[in-house]
């Protein structure tokens, strides 16, 4: 029970996190941002993959916080943050914004579609996360730079 208090509580607190990164660096509140989105997916894995029991509370925590990440997660992609502070933002994005923001769009519609249609068990959590991980992975084939 416990540690099921403390993984709500810690991807709910992801959420204040925003606010406090505000004021930094556009590419420092994105990576923040992707940093809450792979937490809550991590979270949703290890249910998926049985290393944790399934937990509706772990799972809707989740969806919500990958749903309401993406929404604003577009908007810190401002001209003259392209490079700096290690991000691994491409180019392309500042090339092809529509499409970009089009892709963070399905990843946060799929997101609450899954969270009004909550997956029961450990099958329907491996099922969602296929669909996200499509939606997450179409985005950084195109618009994530690969780490040398």
């Not at 709500?8 to 590419?27: C, F, I, N, S, W």
């Not at 509370?57 to 392209?82: C, M, Q, R, W, Y």
């Not at 892709?103 to 068990?121: M, Y």
């Amino acid at each position: 029970m416990k540690i099921r208090a403390f993984m709500l509580a810690a991807v709910l607190a992801g959420v204040g996190v925003t606010a406090v990164t505000a004021a930094d660096e556009p590419q420092a509140v994105r990576q923040q941002l992707m940093k809450k989105v792979g937490a809550a997916a991590g979270a949703l894995s290890g249910i998926a993959k049985g290393e944790k029991p399934y937990d509706a509370d772990i799972v809707k925590a989740s969806l919500a916080t990958i749903s309401e990440t993406v929404k604003i997660f577009p908007n810190h992609f401002p001209e003259g943050s392209e490079t700096g502070m290690e991000t691994e933002a491409s180019p392309k994005i500042w090339e092809n914004m529509g499409d970009f923001k089009a892709k963070a769009a399905k990843l946060g519609s799929d997101a609450e579609k899954l969270l009004a249609e909550l997956p029961a068990d450990q099958a329907g959590v491996g099922a969602a996360l296929g669909v996200l991980g499509k939606d997450c992975g179409s985005c950084h084939e195109t618009y994530r730079l690969k780490k040398e």
